[in-house]
């Protein structure tokens, strides 16, 4: 069985993303990386998704955002499934 955890963070959306919030951002992804959690996000903007983009290589890859949070967690149970079960998620 795996023990990778994983979270997906599902928000309100906001119409500008400035630097300060994508520094926030990585430093979660950071430190939620350095506890073994890989790290999604669901639900965002296209404008966010450009901005994750250009702001550098570490930050959260296009395999890891999802459009809603049922594909996260459809994407989370497939990766369980491939990584024998994993934890559950129901």
């Known amino acids: 069985m795996?023990?990778?955890?994983t979270g997906a963070a599902s928000g309100p959306r906001c119409p500008e993303v400035d630097i300060t919030a994508l520094d926030a951002a990585e430093a979660l992804r950071r430190e939620l990386t350095g506890r073994g959690v890989v790290f999604?996000?669901?639900?965002?903007?296209?404008?966010?998704?450009?901005?994750?983009?250009?702001?550098?290589?570490?930050?959260?890859?296009?395999?890891l955002i999802f459009p809603t949070?049922?594909?996260a967690l459809d994407a989370y149970r497939a990766w369980c499934t491939a990584h024998d079960g994993g934890p559950d998620v129901s």
Do not use: F, N
């Not at 795996?2 to 955890?5: F, G, K, L, W």
């Not at 999604?40 to 395999?63: C, F, H, N, T, V």
């Open 2 to 5: 795996s023990t990778a955890r």
């Open 40 to 63: 999604g996000m669901a639900r965002d903007k296209q404008d966010l998704l450009e901005d994750l983009e250009s702001y550098g290589p570490e930050s959260i890859g296009p395999e």
């Open 69 to 71: 949070l049922p594909t």
